[in-house]
């Protein structure tokens, strides 16, 4: 039975954050493109593999607690001077790279949204009716409304 080291999921951390980064730069070209359809797929996906990634940093933190080391991005560093494994360290560096890439596509991707979000905002204001400006009662005394009265002539 081989043992379970904070090596033995790294590949596969490394492979699915790589799937959700190629995820979030599609999710970007169709928030450019305003495909909101495509994008709700798509979050779907990325939902799904950030559990995965969760579990497998799970195992990962577990096996570096087992291991003497804090179960924690941190205790990496230490396992991976005792381990003495330059693959391991190449995949843990690949990792981490990636994974600040995949921030960064999330930040932008979150810029897009908010631009959107915006642009919706704005366009719900344009087609709501002006607010009231506190004058409830006309010089009348009718109460006044928003609304413009449109006279039509007949004949």
Not at 13 to 36: D, F, G, W, Y
Not at 111 to 117: G, R
Request: neutral net charge; glycine residues 6%; charged residues 15%.
């Amino acid at each position: 039975m081989q043992s379970v080291t904070p090596f033995s999921s790294l590949r596969d951390e490394q492979e699915r954050m790589s799937t959700l980064l190629a995820l979030m730069k599609e999710e970007q070209l169709h928030l450019v493109a305003a495909e909101i359809d495509a994008i709700t797929e798509i979050t779907t996906r990325k939902t799904a593999l950030v559990g995965q990634l969760s579990q497998l940093a799970a195992q990962r933190h577990q096996a570096l607690a087992a291991a003497g080391f804090a179960a924690a991005e941190q205790g990496m560093d230490g396992w991976l001077a005792q381990a003495g494994n330059p693959e391991a360290a190449a995949l843990w560096a690949e990792l981490l790279a990636t994974t600040r890439e995949a921030k960064e596509q999330n930040r932008l991707n979150s810029l897009l949204v908010n631009k959107h979000m915006l642009h919706t905002q704005g366009a719900l204001n344009a087609v709501r009716p002006p607010a009231q400006s506190g004058n409830f009662y006309g010089p009348s005394g009718q109460a006044t409304s928003n609304t413009v009265s449109r006279r039509v002539v007949i004949g």
